[in-house]
């Protein structure tokens, strides 16, 4: 039975009870998971698209010997054209057959042109493949759901899509109806995420955090954005383009709009821009907006200027976007918050994360924001005591920040860095904040050298902990004591650059981690040591049963992960590079299903294992890493913890 979408009644249809009497199979195929779970399959399959070479081997029967010898350009610009496919058999089918009488080079650079700009004109894309693909669009159940797989297509090809921030994006643009408070909003929108997936509209990444559109997908959707919708729905795509460094907006039309991903470096105009509701601006070489830019876009909701290192301050001009509900400044290189910030009296996601050189908040400038539910903020920038400026909530420990925090009624999600004992105090001390703190960034910490962990299990929901260059910060303590306080919510933990800490016991408290990385930390001799049977309160502790992740890198003390052998349920990779003492991996034969072990082959071949078999039962899941995608890692660690954790 093929393309199933709804239950189908197997005895009204005359086709007999499946059972072992009569030997019988039925096989279908659908679009959607959950009909499978409908028709009580008891076996799934998931049809994934072809491989680079599959995927070449269908297009070029379909295209023809005879056209890709004609030219000696021709087949390696075939080969372009195929891989825009992105591995999806309608389109390389439709695609191969409009090419195979193309004998001249110009033709295909024409088509790769085409589908880089305008694919729906190619080989009536439009009718063959995206009008089919539509049917799954229209298949949708609610308008919500169908508007939350439009905005996706904002983001580039092969793009690895942040699901905490497109879940905040959708909260703002008024999608998630059904709640005005964005933690209950996020379980809608993982509920979105997953019926999107479910019904093969969105991809998962390896990384539950990230979501990926096919290409051509990302196509259909940008087709119906632009020629099925209604006019004050249309979009504006543009990225990773060429274009001059100053770039004229006087002709932005649309309601959502991504100039993103190019090499802009300066915005100049007073566009009108009555219906626009989003605005990406992401990874230019910004370093200039006009303040006129914003004087005609009083509708506007969402503006992302992530990852402009260059862009230092604001135009004054955004104090025109009244509406604006969410602003993401991470990863730019904003010095200041202009004052014209406080007339956002609607904003309640603020993104502050990796503002490197941020130097000044002005006091009594974060407390009017009465409408914030979402505040992240991680900086880099040290104040100078000569630069010290009252009016700013910045200087010394950051403590005043905490303070304005506090006054905060509607702060939903905290994502913050803290940078001593005086500050982490502070937050710990008011009830709101510790409840709405999610991902904690702790850094330096005024050379503390003992850390109480056991302070933060106060964070009811503490998801992710990243604790770096704290350098002076020799112990991690949990001490004795008669019930243990579990990380219940914690996830995601990362170590870095603490090299005088020589174990992290105290995970052993948190039963639902899932990723743990722990990188540059020169003197870490055990992740879980033999004390922690002093732990009391934890019988028979059998850590890490819902890990999934296991990063190691550049510890080159590292001797023991944990004393024994664990049958990890759930870990799907493991990666060591640079820990030439770690000679054990508490693997047993139980843990074998699926396991992704990367390092070096020097490194692999001095592992000790328990026997020959358990040896054996591991060799496939080794994979050899070149050195140079570990020199990819460091350059990208930062960028990869910004997805991660904020």
Not at 231 to 243: A, G, M, T
Not at 550 to 559: A, H, S, T
Not at 627 to 635: A, G, L, R, Y
């Amino acid at each position: 039975m093929d393309d199933v979408w709804e239950r189908v009644d197997l005895i009204k249809v005359g086709i007999p009870v499946l059972n072992q009497d009569n030997v019988s199979k039925l096989i279908f195929t659908t679009r959607f998971l959950e009909v499978c779970g409908k028709m009580e399959a008891q076996e799934k399959i998931e049809v994934k698209c072809l491989r680079k070479d599959e995927a070449w081997e269908l297009f070029e029967k379909k295209v023809g010997e005879e056209t890709l010898d004609s030219h000696p350009d021709t087949r390696g610009l075939a080969q372009q054209v195929a891989a825009k496919c992105g591995g999806l058999p309608l389109a390389l089918i439709t695609i191969g057959r409009a090419m195979a009488c193309k004998k001249m080079p110009q033709d295909w650079k024409y088509a790769i042109e085409v589908l880089q700009k305008f694919p729906h004109k190619l080989a009536r894309m439009d009718q063959q493949v995206y009008s089919l693909l539509k049917f799954s669009y229209d298949s949708l159940p609610t308008d919500t759901m169908r508007s939350c797989l439009l905005y996706c297509s904002l983001y580039p090809e092969d793009y690895k899509i942040g699901v905490i921030w497109l879940i905040e994006y959708w909260f703002c643009e008024g999608f998630l109806d059904e709640f005005d408070n964005i933690s209950r909003a996020r379980m809608q929108g993982y509920s979105i995420i997953n019926f999107l997936c479910n019904a093969c509209l969105l991809e998962r990444c390896e990384d539950a955090i990230f979501v990926k559109m096919h290409d051509v997908i990302r196509d259909m959707a940008l087709w119906i954005a632009r020629e099925c919708e209604a006019p004050e729905k249309k979009f504006l795509v543009r990225e990773r383009v060429k274009l001059n460094t100053t770039y004229d907006v006087e002709n932005w039309k649309g309601v959502r709009m991504s100039l993103s991903y190019s090499e802009i470096e300066v915005l100049r105009g007073t566009p009108r821009c009555p219906n626009l509701q989003t605005l990406f601006l992401n990874e230019n070489n910004l370093m200039m907006i006009s303040d006129g830019l914003f004087q005609f876009m009083r509708n506007l909701r969402v503006l992302s200027l992530y990852a402009n290192f260059s862009l230092c301050e604001l135009p004054k001009g955004i104090s025109n976007l009244v509406s604006l509900e969410c602003l993401n400044l991470s990863h730019t290189g904003i010095m200041e918050l202009p004052i014209e910030l406080n007339r956002l009296s609607k904003l309640k996601v603020l993104n502050l994360h990796e503002t490197l050189q941020l130097q000044k908040i002005p006091r009594q400038f974060i407390c009017k924001f009465s409408a914030l539910q979402v505040f992240g903020m991680s900086v880099l920038f040290d104040i100078c005591e000569d630069l010290v400026d009252e009016d700013n909530v910045l200087n010394g420990d950051h403590e005043g920040l905490i303070e304005e925090l506090k006054c905060l009624q509607h702060l939903n999600e905290l994502n913050i860095e803290i940078r001593s004992v005086v500050a982490l105090e502070s937050l710990l001390s008011c009830h709101n904040l510790r409840r709405c703190t999610e991902r904690l960034f702790l850094r330096d910490l005024s050379k503390r050298k003992v850390l109480d962990i056991l302070s933060l299990t106060h964070m009811e929901h503490l998801e992710s902990l990243i604790i770096r260059f704290c350098e002076s910060m020799e112990e991690i303590v949990i001490r004795k004591i008669e019930k243990a306080p579990y990380f219940h919510t914690l996830k995601r933990v990362s170590l870095c650059s603490c090299n005088n800490l020589r174990d992290i016991t105290w995970l052993i408290l948190a039963p639902k981690l899932t990723h743990l990385y722990v990188v540059f930390c020169s003197r870490m001799e055990e992740i879980i040591s033999d004390k922690v049977t002093d732990v009391v309160g934890i019988p028979n502790p059998s850590p890490f049963a819902n890990l999934e992740e296991l990063d190691l890198r550049d510890l080159p003390e590292l001797k023991s992960i944990y004393r024994d052998a664990l049958s990890f349920p759930c870990l799907r990779k493991i990666k060591v590079f640079n820990c030439s003492k770690l000679e054990n991996l508490p693997l047993n034969l139980d843990s074998r299903n699926q396991i992704s072990i990367e390092g070096y082959q020097e490194w692999w071949e001095k592992i000790q294992w328990k026997d020959e078999a358990t040896r054996k039962c591991f060799l496939p899941s080794f994979k050899c890493a070149e050195w140079w995608k570990e020199v990819e890692f460091q350059s990208e660690y930062g960028r990869y913890l910004n997805c991660f954790f904020w």
